[in-house]
């Protein structure tokens, strides 16, 4: 396949108004770490830009940071780590998990996958800090969307819609994001509990008023972990971690140092206990009260390959891709609201099931006419997320 | 000024006939007569009024869908409607229009503690969700200051924000789902009680498109368990540079504090008239600091705005230990808008949002356009997000009065943008500021929006006449054809 790199967003706007000419396609890629995520797009032309990179601006008393779609993740979070600051919504470094390596995650593909970590139980996904961006739509035009301060409600919000719309939408040029300090100081209680206790103490947990920066269930050899963690500072962390074990007293609490919490998350947020493990993945979003129905209906609860972060609200499970795990996984979301994807199979399998939670008629409906509103010949990863769009 | 799509004479003269089909639809919920219809012809921007054709007051969401569809089929134009508190005219009738009213879809559905969220009918005030929760220790994070009065469905419309955006984010960062009735009657969930959604994130743009894309029947939304200590400060500067350089300060040292209110002289002398919540005298700014979490938190954070302040050249510092003198130092910040009203029969409340760092400069600016335009223009300012709301006030019954402090405002928000602002931090375009969207926005950009709402509602039959500065059909959008990145349209005058 052909592969073009345009270097800024003029060429690329330009190579999409020829693409959308002749009818031709591309496949969007950057730090091509995550192209095994969704569905195979099988197009003419493959458009890198991680050319494109480069911080544009950053300002760390605006808390706002503006940079190119192709900027490395690692160079952002060093830029902030410099003025003690980082991304709050915890980017989740899926490379190794697709064996595309660590650290070569950008911006653009962070944005494009809503690719969060374990924080976004308290901080929110990725649109929740993406305050504006610059896109090519699939017509060859250069769009600027939002702007460059925290509170802004002037227009349609598009780069939110640009988060998690695996460029389907439209060519993410440049993404302006709100930067969040760095607490002082970052601490975890562990407890080891079985799976249905583990995940109602994560509940409890969350409604404390701790404002836990983690929630998160893992498996381990002796049964399994809940871990709770908090940050503040050095005072206020001391206070949680002290309210927990009060909390919890008539559980065995251990506190887990920065450097352990750091590690442990890092594991739930870039799933890196499947690394080992040659399986299919598939996520799933439940109610959290649900997440041990969820996992009891599909007789996976004693199993040993799945997870659980977001107190619950997310489900990682080591489950084949085949259509027998597709039927019980969306009866369960059928059940109990939320939805279930396909993270990683082989490109047969994500050809052949829906990687995405299928939409009503209703909505299947709105999904193709947006698309049809920014991208009408469908140049853009066509059939990336669902086949007709 | 600006202008509305004018009414489409069919419609008018279908009058009885679309009051009748709407009878069959909500038999008890049809307003007609032009008395009651005046109460409806204004939201909070009072400057522009309108009566709406009809009214109607539906009580479900199955009666939405139905009056929609009978809409669509009929070709007629619909507005929204919550409390009617919008700022920029979001809930304006147009003369054509069925006006929906969602007054009696009031209904708190379900508190679900475990999952963290409330489930409610768009017709809730936004306080009320506070009030439902608040003995089990939860809280709804978005405070708009009309919460008394707002709906919820209004706040998802507005993406409403309020004094704790910095911390808590606005409407759509505490907004899990809705239920949508789209245009054409379909209805429509998108997200819930689990976290994001599995296709396109279609939440994220209903939540602030003004009304314009779907009614919002039903929505979720994030509680959250109220912080055990919340702490007020009161900061006086003698400069406003010194107020402006406290706030990057503050922010620069890693201190996200709950709310970080910044009120002038003047607002301060007029809010003192008002109500006297006994504010430093003389100083030509003060900040309403408040910090809420752990009590070492918010001890820690206390001391070190105290520490910053003083050395950004503070005058004084009072921490409001006691609960009677916090609710009296915020009763001053949310009387600002009532004192100023005092001093002129009319007033007109600006939203912009600057970098921080530009506060200053604006600060000067605004005040040298208050001047040039003889008018009165006190600050406040969501100073933690960089949100303004500059009060210009003025009477109505003077000659070019309106028009005047119109372009006062107009002045402002273009100085916003100029700085690397926007227009709207928290009120909305609405009719308000659609002819300065061109300020931040191109044609480009401004038709990839729009045909965004064509999506949603190809007939542009679902509040018509709001955010854009020119009306196009979508069949136009969907035919433009650019050629070196200019539009056929591009001279076309605004209005």
Not at chain 1, 123 to 130: E, K, L, M, P, Y
Not at chain 2, 428 to 453: H, N, P, T
């Amino acid at each position: 396949m052909v592969t073009i790199s345009p270097t800024n967003e003029a060429e690329i706007a330009e190579a999409v108004r020829e693409a959308a000419d002749k009818g031709t396609c591309f496949e969007i890629v950057s730090g091509r770490t995550k192209r095994e995520f969704g569905r195979p797009v099988s197009a003419d032309t493959i458009l890198d830009v991680s050319a494109l990179s480069g911080i544009v601006k950053y300002e760390p008393e605006e808390l706002v940071l503006t940079a190119r779609a192709g900027t490395p993740i690692a160079m952002i979070e060093s830029a902030l780590a410099e003025k003690k600051q980082m991304l709050g919504f915890e980017p989740a470094d899926w490379g190794p998990l697709f064996q595309a390596g660590t650290g070569r995650a950008t911006l653009g593909g962070t944005v494009a996958t809503n690719a969060c970590g374990a924080r976004r139980v308290k901080a929110g996904a990725v649109r929740d800090h993406v305050i504006g961006c610059r896109f090519v739509n699939g017509k060859g035009e250069a769009i600027k969307a939002g702007g460059h301060v925290i509170k802004n409600v002037t227009g349609f919000d598009l780069s939110r819609l640009m988060c998690g719309a695996f460029g389907t939408l439209g060519v993410l040029t440049e993404i302006t994001v709100r930067v969040t300090p760095q607490p002082e100081r970052v601490a975890a209680v562990e407890i080891d509990c079985g799976p249905e206790t583990g995940l109602n103490l994560m509940r409890e947990a969350a409604r404390l008023p701790l404002d836990a920066s983690g929630l998160s269930y893992v498996l381990s050899d002796n049964g399994g972990t809940a871990l709770i963690r908090v940050e503040g500072t050095n005072a206020a962390v001391a206070q949680k971690l002290a309210e927990l074990q009060k909390q919890f007293a008539n559980h065995e609490t251990k506190v887990q140092d920065e450097g352990t919490t750091q590690k442990s998350f890092r594991a739930v947020s870039g799933a890196s206990d499947f690394l080992e493990i040659a399986t299919d993945i598939w996520r799933l979003c439940v109610p959290p009260a649900n997440a041990y129905d969820a996992l009891t209906a599909c007789g996976i609860a004693l199993g040993k390959f799945w997870y659980a972060d977001w107190a619950g609200g997310l489900l990682w499970l080591g489950l084949p891709g085949d259509e027998k795990t597709a039927k019980c996984l969306r009866e369960v979301t059928a059940r109990f609201g939320g939805h279930a994807t396909l993270m990683r199979a082989s490109s047969q399998a994500r050809e052949r099931l829906a990687v995405f939670e299928p939409e009503t008629p209703a909505r299947a409906e709105i999904t193709r006419s947006v698309k049809a509103a920014f991208d009408p010949k469908r140049v853009l990863n066509p059939a990336r997320m669902f086949k007709d769009i | 000024m600006t202008t509305l799509p004018p009414p489409d004479p069919v419609t008018l003269g279908r009058r009885n006939e679309i009051a009748r089909a709407l009878r069959d639809i909500v038999p008890d919920g049809v307003i007609g007569d032009e008395a009651t219809l005046t109460a409806f012809d204004c939201d909070a921007l009072t400057a522009y009024r309108q009566r709406p054709l009809l009214c109607v007051l539906p009580e479900n969401a199955e009666q939405i869908s139905t009056v929609l569809a009978y809409a669509h089929r009929e070709n007629v134009r619909i507005v929204p409607r919550g409390a009617g508190t919008s700022l920029s005219g979001g809930a304006l009738p147009l003369a054509d229009s069925i006006l929906l009213g969602m007054s009696r879809m009031s209904r708190i559905l379900e508190l679900d503690y475990e999952n963290r969220c409330a489930v409610v009918q768009p017709g809730v005030t936004n306080a009320s969700v506070t009030r439902a929760v608040q003995a089990r220790g939860f809280y709804y994070a978005p405070d708009p200051s009309s919460q008394i009065a707002c709906t919820i469905g209004g706040n998802v419309a507005e993406n409403s924000g309020g004094i704790h955006c910095l911390k808590y984010g606005l409407t759509t960062q505490n907004l899990m789902g809705v239920e949508l009735v789209l245009m054409n009657g379909e209805r429509l969930r998108l997200g819930g009680k689990h976290a994001g959604d599995g296709g396109l994130d279609l939440l994220s743009v209903v939540c602030g498109s003004e009304g314009m894309l779907g009614v919002v029947t039903e929505a979720t939304l994030r509680i959250l368990p109220r912080p055990p200590v919340t702490r007020t400060l009161l900061i006086a500067f003698d400069t406003v540079r010194a107020a402006g350089e406290t706030v990057a300060a503050i922010i620069a040292a890693g201190i996200i504090p709950a709310a970080l209110e910044f009120m002038d002289r003047r607002c301060i002398e007029a809010v003192e008239a008002f109500c006297a919540p006994h504010y430093p005298v003389g100083a030509e700014a003060i900040l309403i600091g408040e910090i809420d979490g752990m009590p070492a938190e918010v001890a820690d954070d206390a001391r070190r705005i105290t520490e910053i302040a003083s050395s950004c050249g503070a005058v004084s510092t009072r921490d409001c230990v006691d609960e009677a003198e916090r609710v009296r130092v915020w009763s001053g910040r949310k009387a600002a808008f009532g004192a100023m009203g005092r001093l002129e029969p009319d007033m007109l409340c600006m939203d912009g949002t600057i970098p921080r760092k530009a506060l200053p400069d604006v600060l000067d600016r605004i005040s040298e356009l208050s001047e040039h335009y003889g008018l009165v223009c006190c600050n406040v300012f969501h100073a933690g997000d960089g949100n303004l709301h500059p009060l210009i006030v003025f009477d109505c019954m003077k000659p070019g009065a309106l028009e005047r402090a119109e372009a006062f405002g107009a002045d402002i928000l273009k100085l916003c943008v100029a700085k690397g602002g926007v227009l709207t931090g928290e009120h909305g375009v609405g009719v308000e500021k659609k002819a300065l969207m061109g300020e931040m926005f191109s044609d480009i950009d401004l038709a990839q929006q729009e045909r965004l709402k064509c999506a949603f509602d190809g007939q542009g039959l679902l509040n018509p006449g709001k955010v854009f500065p020119t009306l196009h059909a979508c069949v136009e959008l969907g035919r433009m054809h650019v050629q070196g990145g200019r539009l056929p349209f591009a001279n076309l005058p605004r209005m």
